[in-house]
């Protein structure tokens, strides 16, 4: 299993422009989780998805929204690009909803989007 | 709310010598915390986490709950302990994972 894989790896938009981010979670992982990671911070969580429907969401604009498909796979949307959405935004799976022991999430190697 | 404290930005530490990583927490109920590590060019990975109580890479990390301290030690750092090293915690039951700001870790031959 390769892991959990983002794409793409490297994005350029300038501001006002609409942006969209994959993630493919671990094979049987129903947990889709996205963070943001601003230069010299820890990764902040934006959303959760669990079989295809919203558990989880952080303290960020409704411009921001996300959607899990049946397969599990899961896309971030973010529109309206401000220069600040600048980031390395990170996608987590895992197995299940926070139970212990069975939960560790995996993260993936992240898209770097830079708004110009 | 929940919070995780890192209180240094970069520790540098001598091959053979003791780690010690700090991590502070605020948070009203009972956490679970954890230890993430990212090595260069690698993705993020869990180091450790406090319910297991496991010895990873010879790093062990005890929850205080007393301190809300949850830091992370290791007896002799190797080279191979560069990394950065992120704390995080959430609730039970929940897959939000709070971050501290990260510590960057640089073993010196």
């Known amino acids: 299993d390769a892991g959990v894989t983002q794409s793409p790896t490297h994005l350029i938009k300038t501001r006002g422009q609409q942006v969209t981010l994959r993630c493919s979670p671990i094979s049987g992982h129903k947990s889709v989780s996205w963070y943001q990671q601003v230069l010299g911070q820890g990764p902040q969580f934006i959303f959760q998805y669990y079989e295809k429907e919203e558990r989880g969401r952080g303290n960020f604009p409704d411009r921001f929204s996300a959607r899990q498909f049946p397969n599990y796979s899961s896309e971030l949307n973010v529109n309206a690009l401000l220069l600040g959405d600048s980031a390395l935004y990170l996608c987590?799976?895992?197995?299940?909803?926070?139970?212990?022991?069975?939960?560790?999430?995996?993260f993936g190697p992240g898209t770097r989007l830079t708004v110009l | 709310a929940q919070r995780v404290t890192q209180p240094e930005k970069l520790l540098s530490v001598f091959k053979g010598a003791p780690v010690e990583l700090k991590c502070n927490y605020s948070?009203?109920?009972?956490?679970?915390l954890f230890w993430y590590v990212q090595y260069s060019r690698q993705r993020l990975q869990l180091l450790l986490r406090h319910i297991s109580r496991e010895s990873i890479k010879g790093f062990t990390a005890d929850l205080n709950k007393g301190e809300t301290s949850f830091h992370l030690k290791k007896p002799f750092a190797q080279e191979e302990d560069s990394a950065m090293y992120y704390c995080a915690l959430r609730r039970f039951g929940n897959e939000k994972l709070t971050f501290g700001t990260g510590t960057r870790l640089t073993i010196i031959p």
């Open positions: 948070y009203s109920g009972s956490p679970e």
């Open positions: 987590a799976s895992s197995l299940a909803m926070g139970a212990s022991g069975s939960d560790t999430q995996y």
